[in-house]
């Protein structure tokens, strides 16, 4: 897939019930579409071999071939500027402490956090007081 249609992921969290990222794309390149499309119908396959179909599906997505694991749609942002890249990245890690899967954002192994605390950028304690942040400038998902 990355021959094909190349990206690089910034950052990531993987939650039960949907995924948070970051993709940088080739220059001039903005086909999330394509991209999305692709990661579905590889794990979607790959699932179907290791699991089975998974949930009942209706009859659109038996006719599409659609596992019932995603949803049809996706939101995506344009990162506008450096302080939207950093409010961002710190967004996504907290995920999993805004939803109450964890009490921390290091207790949640399915994010890039640690990549980025093994790079420096966050301290592994990082996230205690980001919750406040986060409802005073009104992210949302």
Not at 22 to 41: A, F, H, M, V
Not at 51 to 69: F, I, T, Y
Not at 104 to 125: I, Q
Request: proline share 6%; glycine share 8%; with cysteine.
């Amino acid at each position: 897939m990355q021959g094909r249609c190349p990206f690089t992921v910034e950052a990531i969290c993987l939650l039960p019930d949907h995924i948070h990222c970051i993709w940088t794309l080739p220059e001039g390149d903005c086909n999330y579409s394509l991209r999305w499309g692709e990661i579905k119908r590889v794990f979607s396959t790959s699932y179907r071999e290791q699991v089975g179909p998974g949930a009942d599906r209706n009859a659109s997505r038996r006719q599409r071939g659609e596992a019932a694991l995603w949803q049809r749609r996706f939101w995506e942002h344009t990162l506008r500027d450096p302080t939207d890249l950093a409010r961002h990245l710190d967004y996504i890690p907290y995920n999993p402490v805004k939803h109450g899967l964890v009490k921390s954002v290091a207790d949640w192994p399915w994010s890039s956090f640690h990549r980025y605390v093994s790079m420096g950028v966050y301290e592994l304690g990082w996230g205690a007081a980001v919750g406040q942040v986060f409802d005073a400038i009104g992210c949302q998902e």
